[in-house]
């Protein structure tokens, strides 16, 4: 069955790209509200045209559009995640074609949308629509959940799926926003790294000051200065009072999924654009580090005159933004305490702090049989075996918590759009038309894949 759905999807190439494009061409930018109830619109009735129903749910923010094959009798749930909502596009004349004219050139797809996230959760739709096609019904429910504030933070997700636990029922939550690993093999991630994205402000004279005056008057850059430094010693250590305390080293099955991972070091090196890491580490060390440890970052820092020449100023402010990246058992609201006491303690009680964003971390434990089908399906696709990863291979951070944490759920990343050059949040974003089949065909194998030989677990 699979090989003819194989068959089936590659088939259909040129009607599934025809189709995608309205979407592409529909702009939907969260950051300025343009165009997102028109696209909200347009998704739902894309996806009742595959045969799901749709409804458009109100958030505090953007609306959700929700999607469901509606067959409540199947023994297994999967619940797909998504946005329909896209970086602003500039700078335009930066595009060879224009974002929002979708466009194909050499084997790509290209237009702002394509690799995040448009493309991805489109496959989703033909995939539901070639199983039916070919088998007459759906083995099991899947349900659509498309935000559209992915790219201004998910703010609104987590109270989101809270109030609509019923509906969101599900066995398992699936993400397709996950990696291809350099070697080409596909990577399956089983959690994300938590965030606490934090400015911190520090204030000096109510306006600049001719910097003569420094006997007398507080300079915020010093302040600042002085509380970062306390934040990370020069080992690399994160020195906030109690950063360490939750959290726990890879376990052993842990440590050897990254053990499995092949390392090339020129490649690392050349995409982070560095010559080395820091304290020299290399190889599978290296990984395990990107890959288990909490960070504390200095983002941004700015305060007084940096132009030309010289301008002799005390700044009025002071201002440093900070990114931790939290691993599993850490929570955005501790370490934010942590922070304030830590700053406190060591008298830097004028410093404010503004949370900017955060995300709490996941972790799923996926039962050994289910996990052993996806698997299966995915190398189905590719060809190869996955490498699997307890925490995205990036070391970056996303909204996984709200299926892991608020629906009680396990969730597993997986990967659609290609390793190299997508430009995603840049000009000329796209997606090749091969990871786009690649998409289709995975969701596709997992929907038949899970259902085989009956339900995997018990379904909650
Ligand atoms: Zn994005």
Redesign the pocket.
């Known amino acids: 069955m699979r090989a003819e759905l194989f068959e089936y999807i590659d088939a259909h190439r040129e009607q599934y790209l025809a189709e995608l494009f309205p979407l592409l061409r529909q702009p939907s930018i969260s950051a300025t509200g343009q165009g997102m109830q028109a696209c909200a619109e347009l998704l739902a009735s894309t996806m009742q045209d595959a045969g799901l129903s749709a409804r458009i749910l109100p958030t505090a923010g953007h609306p959700v559009v929700l999607g469901d094959t509606g067959n409540p009798d199947a023994p297994f749930t999967l619940l797909i995640y998504g946005?329909y909502d896209?970086?602003p596009p500039e700078p335009l004349e930066k595009w060879l074609t224009p974002p929002f004219e979708p466009a194909i050139r050499d084997g790509r797809i290209y237009g702002r949308g394509t690799a995040?996230?448009k493309g991805q959760f489109f496959t989703h739709l033909k995939a539901i629509e070639a199983v039916r096609q070919l088998t007459g019904g759906m083995p099991v429910r899947v349900k659509l959940l498309i935000e559209g504030e992915?790219?201004i933070g998910s703010a609104h997700l987590s109270d989101f799926v809270k109030a609509h636990r019923d509906l969101l029922r599900a066995d398992l939550a699936l993400g397709v926003d996950g990696n291809i690993h350099p070697s080409g093999r596909p990577e399956i991630a089983l959690g994300m790294k938590g965030m606490l994205y934090v400015e911190m402000v520090a204030r000096g004279p109510r306006a600049d000051l001719h910097c003569g005056k420094d006997p007398l008057v507080t300079n915020p850059a010093w302040r600042l200065v002085w509380a970062l430094s306390t934040l990370r010693g020069t080992d690399q250590r994160i020195l906030i009072d109690g950063f360490y305390e939750r959290v726990v080293p890879p376990t052993r099955e842990e440590a050897a999924l990254i053990d499995r991972v092949p390392v090339d070091m020129d490649s690392l090196f050349e995409t982070f654009g560095v010559d080395a890491f820091l304290g020299g580490i290399t190889g599978t060390e290296a990984l395990k580090r990107l890959v288990f440890e909490p960070t504390c970052s200095i983002d941004g820092l700015s305060a007084g005159y940096a132009g030309p020449g010289m301008k002799t100023i005390i700044p009025a402010t002071a201002t440093a933004k900070v990114c931790l990246r939290l691993v599993p058992r850490q929570t955005s609201d501790e370490m934010l305490a942590k922070l304030r006491a830590h700053l406190d303690r060591r008298g830097f009680q004028d410093i404010a702090l503004t949370t900017i964003g955060t995300f709490e971390p996941s972790r799923s434990v996926v039962e050994p049989r289910l996990m052993e089908r996806i698997v299966r399906a995915v190398a189905s696709v590719y060809g190869q075996d996955p490498l699997i990863f307890p925490l995205f291979s990036t070391g970056g951070s996303g909204p996984d918590f709200v299926f892991t944490r608020d629906l009680g759920i396990p969730s597993v990343w997986i990967p659609c759009a290609q390793f190299k050059h997508k430009n995603?949040?840049a000009p000329n974003e796209n997606l090749t038309v091969e990871g786009f089949l690649n998409g289709v065909k995975t969701t596709a194998a997992l929907i038949l894949g899970i259902a085989e030989r009956g339900p995997a677990g018990s379904p909650r």
Do not use: A, L, R
């Open positions: 946005h896209v970086q995040d996230n992915e790219e995603i949040h």
